[in-house]
């Protein structure tokens, strides 16, 4: 079993940055996938970004240039900056995973993403004032 757990998420005004962190602790092994996703009250779940175990990222056209994935394999944690907030970028934020896999997953920017990997943490809010 794997468990995810959020953190960082908090209050800033709309040009500030935040720096959201997922601690990855279980059966963490093998090739993976791992991802942030936000959800806006009232709006679809979304992928925000990803990074896979070949270390390729890809992000989301509405936050490219401005937030940055990365994970640390050390402490098996997972990481978004978020520079330049919007008040758009209001959101509670999810990392989600999947680990043990056999080959290098494509961890692809869509809609079925979400549902697609195994773990999930339970959010961070994230708030961004105009």
Not at 50 to 62: E, H, I, K, M, Q
Not at 76 to 87: A, C, D, F, I, V
Request: proline share 2%; glycine share 10%.
């Amino acid at each position: 079993q794997v468990q995810l757990v959020e953190s960082g998420g908090g209050s800033v005004q709309a040009g500030g940055s935040l720096r959201l962190s997922c601690a990855a602790s279980g059966d963490t092994y093998g090739h993976y996938c791992m991802g942030w996703f936000r959800q806006a009250p009232g709006k679809e779940r979304e992928a925000v970004a990803t990074v896979d175990s070949g270390d390729t990222t890809r992000y989301a056209d509405s936050v490219k240039g401005r937030f940055t994935i990365s994970k640390d394999n050390a402490e098996n944690t997972l990481y978004l900056q978020m520079n330049s907030l919007e008040p758009e970028d209001t959101a509670m934020y999810y990392c989600a995973a999947d680990f043990s896999l056999r080959v290098t997953p494509q961890c692809l920017i869509n809609r079925d993403l979400w549902y697609a990997l195994t773990y999930r943490g339970k959010g961070t809010l994230v708030t961004i004032s105009s």
